[in-house]
């Protein structure tokens, strides 16, 4: 059975930091391209970052480059999302999906996705 979770959400002030976490059963991440995704109440979903089978990473949007970190541990079959100088506007459910074979922002061309964590900043 194929499955990826994330985890690590959870309520969080302005300023402060949450690592995600998106672990993989079933199957080996290593043959895949990892996504970040989030979607806020009423917004469309965007994409956050990617990281490639070789370890590179991208960044989609100005406005969360220098905040967030995307990393695997192909070891642990896991792919991790650090959020730091968090603000209210990046709350929202955030989904981690895998693509053969490259990253891309297109979220029809992912394989596989998690369900989601809720990330809410707030005061």
């Known amino acids: 059975q194929l499955q990826l979770v994330e985890s690590g959400g959870g309520l969080v002030q302005p300023g402060g930091s949450l690592r995600l976490s998106c672990g993989a059963s079933g199957f080996t991440l290593d043959y895949y391209a990892i996504g970040w995704f989030r979607q806020a109440p009423g917004k469309e979903r965007e994409a956050v970052s990617c990281i490639s089978r070789s370890g590179v990473s991208i960044d989609y949007a100005d406005s969360m480059k220098g905040r967030f970190t995307i990393s695997r541990d192909n070891a642990k079959n896991t792919v991790y999302l650090q959020m730091n100088s968090l603000k209210p506007e990046d709350s929202a459910i955030y989904s981690c999906?895998?693509?053969?074979?490259?990253?891309?922002?297109?979220?029809?061309?992912?394989?596989?996705w998690g369900q989601g964590t809720q990330v809410t900043v707030s005061s």
């Open positions: 999906a895998v693509r053969l074979y490259a990253c891309s922002r297109r979220i029809s061309e992912y394989d596989y």
